[in-house]
């Protein structure tokens, strides 16, 4: 069996033996701490009365008074440590451990890119930044607040026609969706309401608010609201997998890699090396490069351009899998209901496409070398 079903916490990762109990580890800790302060609650109760211009400098300034912050914040260090020492000893019992690859034949690593759109500012904005995106081959997926302002049916459709996915981005993003099982319970017929009318399979939480038992129960295909660190969210910590994971029958898609808004707005950064680094970090583990940006936050030339040299920069990885989260998710649950037998024959709905992954290569960094490939998938 390549995975096995913890019945008492309901999560499935992509590794088995000790390696899995590192993940749910961190996993558990951040579905702990993942509660917003008594100074953040009453932050999203004033919100609505704040200006915008008043919350970027509030969010500016902790950013900039967080000074005990790393700056490799954005690689999960804690976590992968744990990891290392795990897989160690995983690979101590057996030097042959193997595991299926967690992407697809011929790919080493895969690349999403999402966004979340805050405003009808940036709703004006999708069409240019989703130009622009398409210049260089790629779709990404649009996540819009349902119940904040208007969204052109038009804009939905002609997304999708493009090859685009649409996503939904909580009720109405005034940070109180988790606020109380009363707050949610009330909010989500709607949301699944707007799922269903956006013909969306996945969710993301505003804020990055999560609380996975609750986002369970709106049924969607998967989630994306954990990532694996980041401490600049409101809730902060992360659930350090950088791959796919399962929480019962729903797909968990982290975000691994910083938010534009972290960036380019809160720690006031002018380059992409974050986003370059965190790539490279994310490659040498086999990992997923989930992107969240906001079109709201790349409204000006300089974030725009820092937005274009990543493209470029995506353009010329070669062993990448760049596909929609929709289409991770549909692997994901293909690749989970896929198994290893004896003689390390791959047998399950990954079919052909599903290859193997030693412990013990992983370990000493099977995926840092490039492999010669053309990037495939629906997405390039
Ligand atoms: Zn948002």
Request: aromatic share 14%; glycine share 8%.
């Given at each position: 069996m390549n995975n096995s079903f913890d019945s008492e916490t309901d999560l499935q990762f992509a590794f088995g033996g000790q390696a899995q109990q590192v993940l749910e580890r961190h996993f558990l800790d951040d579905a702990a701490s993942a509660k917003l302060s008594a100074k953040f609650r009453l932050y999203y109760l004033l919100r609505p009365i704040i200006p915008i211009w008043l919350r970027q400098k509030l969010q500016k300034s902790r950013g900039s008074s967080m000074?005990?912050?790393?700056?490799?914040?954005?690689?999960p260090n804690a976590f992968i440590d744990d990891f290392v020492e795990a897989l160690r000893s995983d690979c101590q019992q057996n030097s042959d451990a193997t595991i299926?690859?967690?992407?697809?034949?011929?790919?080493?690593m895969c690349v999403s890119l999402t966004h979340d759109v805050e405003t009808r500012e940036g709703v004006l904005l999708v069409d240019r930044l989703a130009k622009l995106e398409e210049s260089y081959g790629f779709r990404s997926c649009w996540n819009f607040i349902p119940y904040k302002y208007k969204i052109e049916s038009e804009l939905i459709e002609d997304l999708k026609a493009r090859g685009h996915e649409v996503g939904v981005h909580g009720?109405?993003?005034?940070?109180?969706?988790?606020?109380s099982r009363r707050v949610f319970e009330k909010r989500r017929t709607p949301i699944m309401d707007a799922i269903k009318k956006f013909d969306a399979v996945g969710f993301r939480a505003p804020m990055v608010h999560r609380n996975l038992e609750w986002i369970?129960?709106?049924?969607?295909?998967?989630?994306?609201?954990?990532?694996?660190?980041?401490?600049?969210?409101?809730?902060?910590?992360?659930?350090?997998?950088i791959w796919p994971f399962m929480k019962q029958n729903m797909v968990e898609l982290p975000y691994t890699l910083p938010q534009d808004h972290t960036l380019f707005?809160?720690?006031?950064?002018?380059?992409i090396s974050a986003w370059t680094q965190k790539l490279k970090f994310l490659r040498r583990w086999c990992g997923m490069g989930m992107l969240v940006t906001h079109p709201d936050y790349l409204d000006t030339e300089e974030r725009f351009d820092l937005y274009r040299q990543f493209l470029e920069h995506l353009q010329e990885?070669?062993?990448?899998?760049?596909?929609l989260p929709k289409e991770i998710s549909a692997w994901w649950r293909r690749r989970n209901d896929s198994t290893i037998g004896n003689n390390l024959d791959v047998s399950g709905p990954?079919?052909?496409q599903g290859q193997l992954l030693k412990l013990n290569e992983l370990l000493h960094g099977p995926c840092q070398h490039d492999t010669v490939t053309v990037a495939g998938g629906a997405t390039r």
């Open positions: 000074t005990d912050v790393p700056s490799d914040w954005y690689v299926l690859h967690p992407w697809p034949k011929p790919h080493q009720y109405n993003h005034d940070g109180r969706l988790f606020s369970l129960t709106l049924k969607s295909d998967y989630d994306a609201s954990c990532f694996d660190v980041d401490p600049y969210q409101a809730m902060s910590g992360g659930v350090g997998s707005i809160a720690l006031a950064q002018n380059d990885q070669s062993d990448v899998w760049f596909a990954v079919g052909d």
